[in-house]
């Protein structure tokens, strides 16, 4: 299974930006699919994530009010919309494809090459 993010950008602080991450090579709608994010200098941790179904969606206490993950199966692909950005946001995202795991990245068994996400004061 290949993942290709994108929609990374620069934003100035409360703005908004939707992340993409389309896949191939594999049966998507059989993947729970997730977005982590790594800060400068900090570990990769976890975002949001989403079931194989999209019947259910988790997220990070961090961003948890102010991201929606959503899926769509017959395009292949994850979003994830990011609103009232703030500079902590600041990181490479990264979507990943589960099969039996939602807040655990090691659980995560493919993983895009992340989109750079720039949020300015």
């Known amino acids: 299974v290949q993942l290709q993010a994108s929609g990374g950008g620069l934003v100035q602080a409360g703005g908004s930006l939707r992340l993409s991450c389309a896949t191939s090579g594999g049966t998507f709608s059989s993947y729970g699919m997730g977005w982590f994010r790594q800060a400068p200098g900090k570990q990769r941790v976890y975002v949001a994530s989403?079931?194989?179904?999209?019947?259910?969606?988790y997220y990070a206490d961090s961003v948890k009010g102010r991201c929606t993950i959503s899926r769509d199966n017959a395009e292949n692909t994850v979003y994830l919309q990011m609103n009232s950005l703030k500079p902590e946001d600041t990181a490479v995202y990264y979507c990943a494809a589960t099969r039996n795991g939602m807040r655990d990245a090691g659980r995560y068994e493919y993983w895009g090459q992340g989109t750079e996400v720039t949020v300015s004061s």
């Open positions: 989403i079931t194989w179904s999209g019947g259910s969606t």
